[in-house]
Structures are given as C-alpha cells and as structure tokens.
C-alpha cells in the first residue's frame, strides 16, 4: 500500500484529503502543524504525530522515518506567526531556509519549504489530485442567483483578486458597488472578509481565485463553511469562487448555511 505524507494545517481539508487518500488505497502519516488542527484527522491517518511547522527538522526526520517519498500540504497556515512572536522557536533548518530567502511571499515561501523536502527525498505532488471532487464547475451553487448588481461586482472582484494573485499577495477580495472593499493579505480570507465587510456595511461581494501561475502542490484556493459564517457576520450577500479551480469544503453544509442566510454562491 503507497504511502503519502500530509503536513495538516487548520480546517476540514485535511480531513477530507485522508478520507479520499484511505478509499483509494493510500496510507497517510499526517503532521499537524499546529495545535488547532481537526481531532478527526487522527481518526482518518495510519500514523499522525504534531510537529511545529517552525521545527522543519523534525517534520523531515518523521516521514523518513516512516518511509514517505510522496507530501502534500493542505490546510491553513497563515504566514502570522512568522511575525507574531508566538510560534516556538525555530530549528536549525528552519532558520537556514528562512535565511535564504529574498523575500517573504507566499509562494517564495513555500517552493523553499518544497525544495527542503525535495533534498530529503520527498516530492510534493498535486493537491488537488485526490480532491477534485471538491472542485465545482462553472455556475451558480445556490438556489439563489446573483442579481445584476451582485454580478458586476463578482466580475470586479475576479478582477482584482487575480491581480493580487499575480502579486503573490493574497487571493480574495471584498467589493461593493465596484469599489474595493478589502484586498487580503497576510491576515488570511476570513481577516479580509471582516475587514472589507466592516467598510461595506451590508451587501458585501467577496470574490476568491486562485492565482494566474497556481502551484497545485500548495495554496489552492479553498473555500468552506467559516468563509460562509464569517459572511454572515458581516452581511454579506454573494461569494464567487473560480470554477475548477477552488476547492469547496463541505458543499452541502455550505450551501445550507448560505441559503438560510440569503447569500448567493456562484463558481465563475
């Protein structure tokens, strides 16, 4: 039975990953990265140990020594606690990766940490290739469609999103009557959408793609019931996501929380 490697951020995605990974046949040894990963993970995983996404050393030394050739990422881990003084301290690895660094971005970031994996013989492979389901093509998810005025406004919000996308700086954003709202940065999607949704009041238009050169080994655009709640907050009435491109994480409990709120989902 092949072995796979999953390095668990917060969220439902890892789960849903290790529970397609085990019906295909696979055997997953999960690291979480950080404590607030779903308790179910455990449940769905041959082998689950909780390692400090600062102790890169130790991440490595666990999957060699369960004999992994094969990681993918999935979750969220926010590049926050490079700067917030609250992550333990980093390993001797961790430090020379961030040394070598030019700069901060995301995926700058993340090539280095593939890279790092790479050099101890495990490859990092398309997130999306046990998660397609997830996946929803071109229209509108809801019973709800989007009225004229919500659909300019996802048509704006694409627009500026995949901008910040080719910037590398984030891939969601937050519109209303075709002004930006919230352009997100290293606060993450949910942060974005309560900022920009403070600013519109009501009415509210978020918008999250995935970058114009998307590495699918990592930080694909993922969407689940929090973006949702967070909308309901804010008062937000309309979210389009990327057709095939996006990942939607519970589809049902999504679609249910959306519609009891009035809020329209369309994949465009």
Known sequence: MEKVGLLAGI???????????????????????????????????????????????????????????????LGKVTKEILFSGQHEQPDACMLQLLASLPDRKDDTLMLAFVHELAKAGMQAFDQTSLLRKLMPQRGTLTKREPTEEEKRDMMFGFKMAREIGRLDVGQTAVVKNMAVMALEAIEGTDACIRRGGALARTGAVVAKVAKPEQDLRFDVP???????????????TALAIEAGRTLLVEKE????????????????
């Open 222 to 236: 993922t969407v689940g019931l929090a973006t949702i709640e967070t909308m309901v907050a804010v008062g937000a």
């Open 11 to 73: 969220g439902r995605l890892p789960v849903e990953c290790a529970m397609a990974a085990r019906v295909m046949g696979y055997e997953i040894y999960a690291v979480a990265l950080l404590p607030d990963v779903a308790p179910e993970l455990r449940e769905c995983t041959t082998g689950y140990e909780t390692i400090s996404i600062a102790h890169l050393g130790k991440i490595i030394e666990y999957f060699k020594q369960n004999g992994i050739t094969k990681v993918t990422m």
């Open 253 to 268: 409990k999504v679609i249910a929380l959306a519609e009891a709120n009035g809020i329209t989902i369309a994949a465009m």
